[in-house]
């Protein structure tokens, strides 16, 4: 069984919970509004579009469809697919949902079986993937509206994704990528944007030491991949 899922939050921090959820099962499509518990800031409403009036009469959580649909198909058989899955399971594990089954985070994947893109992000997906050529076609058939950072339409989206990387790669080589680091090659950010990580780490490594010790929150798998070139540099 696969879950595609997609969650909207009031922010990024510890505190922050989620306050909208798109899910996409071979059975159904589910959107549901959740009450945070918390102020919606309007940056996070500038991003999503949810606003404290629009989740006011939502229930929390605990009292959802949504919590309960996923307490159904929590199961070790479940496939549970996501861009960025360890945000949103970590998301999910703050509402109480310990995900036990197999996961796929096609963000991970990405990078993995794309290495020369220049982003990763789902909106630049869409266009870089020419997903837009068949989305039309797509979202009627499911019956999704078409917007960018609402949780249903990033969830399908998310399985447009990763559909084009079944095509790369088997199911199982996918949740085999999403339970290890991926080896970047090439650095996505900073003055070296695009230069290869192994060439960087010989010709500047104090820019590679600076960056490991100055950006506390770097993706797991770019600091993976740092720390790997400067190694055998050594």
């Given at each position: 069984?696969?879950?595609?899922i997609?969650?909207?939050?009031?922010?990024?921090?510890?505190?922050?919970?989620?306050?909208?959820?798109?899910?996409?099962?071979?059975?159904?499509?589910?959107?549901?509004?959740?009450?945070?518990?918390?102020?919606?800031?309007?940056?996070?409403?500038?991003?999503?579009?949810?606003?404290?009036?629009?989740?006011?009469?939502?229930?929390?959580?605990?009292?959802?469809?949504?919590?309960?649909?996923?307490?159904?198909?929590?199961?070790?058989?479940?496939?549970?697919?996501?861009?960025?899955?360890?945000?949103?399971?970590?998301?999910?594990?703050?509402?109480?949902?310990?995900?036990?089954?197999?996961?796929?985070?096609?963000?991970?994947?990405?990078?993995?079986?794309?290495?020369?893109?220049?982003?990763?992000?789902?909106?630049?997906?869409?266009?870089?993937l020419?997903?837009?050529?068949?989305?039309?076609?797509?979202?009627?058939?499911?019956?999704?509206?078409?917007?960018?950072?609402?949780?249903?339409?990033?969830?399908?989206?998310?399985?447009?994704?990763?559909?084009?990387?079944?095509?790369?790669?088997?199911?199982?080589?996918l949740?085999?990528?999403?339970?290890?680091?991926?080896?970047?090659?090439?650095?996505?950010?900073?003055?070296?944007?695009?230069k290869?990580i192994?060439?960087?780490?010989?010709?500047?490594?104090?820019?590679?030491?600076?960056?490991?010790?100055?950006?506390?929150?770097?993706?797991?798998?770019?600091?993976?991949?740092?720390?790997?070139?400067?190694?055998?540099?050594?």
């Open positions: 069984m696969l879950l595609i997609d969650l909207e939050t009031t922010g990024l921090e510890v505190k922050d919970r989620l306050c909208a959820v798109g899910m996409i099962t071979p059975d159904e499509v589910h959107y549901e509004l959740i009450h945070p518990g918390k102020k919606i800031p309007p940056q996070a409403s500038a991003i999503h579009h949810i606003t404290n009036e629009m989740v006011k009469a939502s229930p929390p959580f605990s009292e959802s469809l949504t919590a309960e649909k996923l307490k159904n198909l929590n199961m070790s058989e479940s496939v549970f697919v996501s861009h960025n899955a360890p945000f949103d399971l970590d998301m999910l594990q703050k509402e109480g949902i310990s995900w036990q089954g197999k996961i796929i985070d096609t963000l991970k994947c990405a990078k993995s079986l794309m290495d020369d893109l220049e982003g990763y992000g789902l909106q630049f997906l869409r266009y870089e020419r997903l837009y050529r068949d989305e039309e076609r797509v979202f009627e058939t499911k019956g999704v509206p078409l917007a960018a950072h609402h949780a249903l339409s990033d969830a399908l989206h998310t399985q447009m994704v990763l559909e084009y990387l079944l095509d790369l790669a088997p199911l199982e080589q949740i085999e990528i999403s339970k290890s680091h991926v080896l970047l090659s090439r650095l996505p950010f900073g003055k070296y944007a695009k290869r192994e060439e960087i780490a010989l010709k500047d490594p104090k820019y590679l030491n600076w960056m490991l010790e100055s950006l506390m929150d770097m993706d797991e798998d770019l600091r993976y991949s740092i720390e790997y070139y400067l190694r055998q540099e050594r």
